[in-house]
C-alpha cells in the first residue's frame, strides 16, 4: 500500500498449505497459529489439557475461534524445564495429531526438537516442525523435513530451556540472533529444505531478558531482511506479565494483543498464540492498519 510506513511481507510460499480455496486469503494477512500443549507443566496452561481428549477439544475450539494453523507440543519449553523422553514425547502428540490430521484441513505444525519425533509426526499429517532448537539439538531433523517436504520453523534461542536464562548477554541482539538464523536456515539447505519452506523466528522469551524481548518486537522489522517469512510467539510471556505489575499468564491477554499488534507492524507472517478469538481480531485490525 503506498504511504504505508508498515512493510508487508513479500509473498511466500505459505499459502501452498492451504487448500486452494484460502490461498489468497492466507496470502494477504498475517497467519494465527494456535498453541495446543499436551503438557503438565506449560507455563500459561500446563496440565489444562493433557489428555488427549482435552487437547482434541482445545484445539477444535481453537479452529473454530479462527486459528489458521495449530502448533502442537509434547514437551514444555518454559525457562528452567526438564526434557521428556522420546517415548512419552510420542504419546502425547501422536493420538492427537492422528485425529486432527483426520478432521481438518488447516495445517498442524508439531514442536519438537527430536528428528525422530519429527518423522512420525510427518507420517501422520502434520505440515510444519516448529524446531525452538533451531537445528542446534539434532540437525538431522532438517534431513526429516527435507524428505517430507515439511515447512520448518527455526527459533533462535541458547543453550537448554533448563539453562537458557542464564545465558542473556548480546554485544548486538538484532544482529547475533540474526546472523544465527541466517546460519541455521543456510544449514537446512544445504541438508536440502528448499529456502521456500523455512520460517525463521526471533525466540521472544528464549535466552532473552525481559528489555531484549521488548527490543526484538520494537525492532522486528529488521529481521525482514533475512529472506524469510517471520513468525513471533509473545504470547502470554513474563516479560508481559513483568510490564503489568505480575499479572498471571492466563490475564496476560491484552498485553499479549499490544505484542501481537506491533510483531503484525514489524511484518510478521505468523504470531503463536494461546488466545486464539481475541489475536485473530488484534491481528485483523493491524493488519488494516498497516495496509495489508
Ligand atoms: N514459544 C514457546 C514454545 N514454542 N515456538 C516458536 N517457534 N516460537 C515461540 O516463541 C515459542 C515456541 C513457549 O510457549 P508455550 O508453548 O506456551 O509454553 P511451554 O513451552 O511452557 O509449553
Same mark, same amino acid.
Given at each position: ?33 494456535g498453541?495446543?500443549n499436551i ?8 496440565g ?5 481428549e482435552?487437547?482434541l ?17 509434547g514437551?514444555s ?7 521428556v ?5 510420542l504419546r502425547r ?11 481438518t ?13 519429527a518423522h512420525?509426526a ?5 505440515k ?7 537445528l ?24 537448554t ?8 548477554q548480546y554485544?548486538?541482539?538484532? %544482529?547475533?540472533? *540474526? =546472523?544465527?538464523?541466517? +546460519?541455521? $536456515?543456510?544449514? /537446512? #539447505?544445504?541438508m536440502?529444505v528448499?529456502?521456500? &519452506? ?15 524481548n521488548?527490543e ?12 524469510y517469512p ?6 502470554r510471556?513474563?516479560f ?12 496476560r491477554?491484552e %498485553?499479549t494483543? *499490544? =505484542?501481537?499488534?506491533? +510483531?503484525? $507492524?514489524?511484518? /510478521? #507472517? ?6 486464539? &478469538?481475541?489475536?485473530v481480531?488484534?491481528a485483523?485490525?493491524?493488519d488494516?492498519?498497516c495496509?495489508?
Amino acid at each position: 500500500m503506498p504511504n504505508s510506513p508498515y512493510p508487508t511481507p513479500p509473498p511466500d510460499a505459505l499459502p501452498l498449505l492451504f487448500p486452494a480455496t484460502r490461498r489468497e486469503d492466507v496470502q494477504r494477512r498475517t497467519l494465527v497459529m494456535g498453541v495446543v500443549n499436551i503438557t503438565p507443566d506449560s507455563f500459561s496452561d500446563g496440565g489444562r489439557f493433557f489428555s488427549p481428549e482435552a487437547a482434541l477439544a482445545h484445539a477444535r475450539r481453537l479452529l473454530e475461534e479462527g486459528a489458521d494453523l495449530l502448533d502442537i507440543g509434547g514437551q514444555s519449553t518454559r525457562p528452567g524445564s526438564e526434557p521428556v523422553s522420546e517415548e512419552e514425547e510420542l504419546r502425547r502428540i501422536l493420538p492427537v495429531l492422528e485425529a486432527l490430521a483426520a478432521e481438518t484441513d488447516a495445517p498442524i505444525s508439531v514442536d519438537t526438537t527430536r528428528a525422530s519425533v519429527a518423522h512420525e509426526a510427518m507420517k501422520r499429517g502434520a505440515k510444519l516442525l516448529n524446531d525452538i532448537s533451531g537445528l542446534r539439538f539434532e540437525p538431522d531433523l532438517a534431513r526429516v523435513a527435507a524428505e517430507t517436504g515439511a515447512t520448518l520453523i527455526l527459533m533462535h534461542s541458547r543453550d537448554t530451556p533448563r539453562t537458557m536464562q542464564q545465558n542473556t548477554q548480546y554485544d548486538d541482539l538484532i %544482529g547475533e540472533i *540474526a =546472523a544465527c538464523l541466517t +546460519a541455521q $536456515a543456510e544449514l /537446512a #539447505r544445504c541438508m536440502g529444505v528448499l529456502p521456500e &519452506r523455512i520460517v525463521v523466528d526471533p525466540g521472544i522469551g528464549f535466552a532473552k531478558t525481559a528489555a531484549q524481548n521488548l527490543e526484538l518486537l520494537r525492532r522486528g522489522r529488521e529481521f525482514l531482511s533475512l529472506g524469510y517469512p517471520i513468525l513471533y510467539g509473545p504470547s502470554r510471556k513474563a516479560f508481559i506479565g513483568k510490564i503489568l505489575a505480575d499479572l498471571l499468564p492466563e490475564e496476560r491477554v491484552e %498485553g499479549t494483543g *499490544a =505484542a501481537v499488534a506491533l +510483531a503484525v $507492524a514489524a511484518g /510478521a #507472517r505468523i504470531v503463536r498464540v494461546h488466545d486464539v &478469538r481475541a489475536m485473530v481480531r488484534v491481528a485483523r485490525v493491524a493488519d488494516a492498519i498497516c495496509g495489508r
